[in-house]
């Protein structure tokens, strides 16, 4: 069965610090592979997306995610968290007609 | 740029009550679903819809709800008798292509709250 994994509840993070989400998954073939972020409040915004090619995909906001096969992982990062980062992140896999999608991360930052 | 609009953004309803969610997607997409997140949980797929009709289903999803395309633009969530644990957020989603190949886009939910 189709599962996706995000083993931090929740981070902690100095403004201007390095950020790293991590996520796996378990599914048979290639899956499309999604970050989302929610905003208290507020719905589910793409952040970035994989399909095929590139394993390192660039996305909104200064967040970039690596696909790696062998570890079915996708990590979601950015170099530098500003304030505004502060929210929940979901990872997601797309498999058959559905979504998949992690318990979610929530990311504090501290000034 | 286009988007996938919900209403209402909250509403406040009784057990037993029946609740229906709008959602009106974007406008050239043809997938749709709904999905629901329990306060502190996580998203939980609900049903999808394509070409007027139900493609796929979660367990979550029984008798007490029911979706409907009713004309061209709208895709609505009938909840027939609420209990309080269908208190959630409730996201409506639509795509071009579905799943497989393309993102979905979501709206900002429906808040529904069960006293």
């Known amino acids: 069965a189709q599962s996706v994994t995000q083993p931090d509840i929740h981070i902690t993070v100095s403004e201007g610090a390095s950020l790293e989400l991590r996520c796996n998954y378990s599914?048979?073939?290639?899956?499309?592979l999604f970050w989302y972020v929610q905003s208290p409040g507020q719905g589910l915004q793409l952040l970035l997306k994989y399909f095929s090619g590139d394993t390192l995909v660039q996305g909104i906001k200064g967040f970039e995610a690596e696909f790696k096969r062998s570890q079915s992982s996708f990590n979601l990062r950015k170099p530098s968290v500003h304030w505004s980062d502060a929210a929940e992140y979901f990872c997601a896999v797309g498999a058959g007609n559905q979504f998949y999608f992690g318990t979610g991360t929530s990311l504090t930052v501290i000034p | 740029e286009p988007e996938v609009t919900q209403t209402p953004s909250h509403q406040v309803t009784q057990m037993g009550q029946e609740v229906i969610l709008r959602c009106v997607p974007i406008s050239n997409h043809l997938y749709f679903y709904w999905y629901r997140q329990i306060l502190g949980q996580k998203v939980e797929f609900l049903v999808s819809f394509y070409n007027n009709e139900i493609s796929e289903k979660s367990e979550i999803f029984d008798d007490q709800f029911s979706v409907e395309r009713p004309d061209g633009s709208n895709f609505t969530l009938k909840i027939r008798s609420t209990k309080l644990e269908d208190s959630a957020m409730y996201f409506c989603?639509?795509?071009?292509?579905?799943?497989?190949?393309?993102?979905?886009?979501f709206g900002e939910g429906s808040r529904l709250t069960v006293l």
């Open positions: 989603a639509s795509s071009e292509q579905g799943t497989n190949t393309g993102e979905l886009f």
């Open positions: 599914y048979g073939a290639t899956p499309y």
